[in-house]
Nanobody
């Protein structure tokens, strides 16, 4: 059974950091591009970052997270991470990881992803 599981969310103060993890069962993560998305209450799900399967290419939503978030892989542990620094109130959302359909590179478009995790809540609050 194909499954993605996110973890690492929680409550953090503005300016703080969190590291989210995405693990998989039923397939090998490093054979696929993986994306992180988020959805805040009342808003559409938006792309945050993605990492390609082969060459380590990464992509970020420039307007909101570039320079603060870093995506990476740990192939030995079949895990993709999203390291988040300098968190802001507006980063509050449920964060999802997803498996991309693309064979090369990665893009932050929801329609290009086929399997999704259940999400992990990130709350930035003082």
């Amino acid at each position: 059974q194909l499954q993605l599981v996110e973890s690492g969310g929680g409550l953090v103060q503005p300016g703080g950091s969190l590291r989210l993890s995405c693990t998989a069962s039923g397939f090998t993560l490093d054979s696929y591009a993986i994306g992180w998305f988020r959805q805040a209450p009342g808003k559409e799900r938006e792309g945050v970052s993605c990492i390609s399967s082969s060459d380590g290419y990464t992509n970020y939503d420039a307007n909101s997270v570039k320079g603060r978030f870093t995506i990476s892989r740990d192939k030995a542990n079949n895990t993709v991470y999203l390291q988040m620094h300098s968190l802001k109130f507006e980063d509050t959302a449920i964060y999802y990881c997803a498996r991309s359909l693309l064979q090369r590179g990665c893009l932050l478009s929801k329609i290009l992803y086929d399997y999704w995790g259940q999400g992990t809540q990130v709350t930035v609050s003082s």
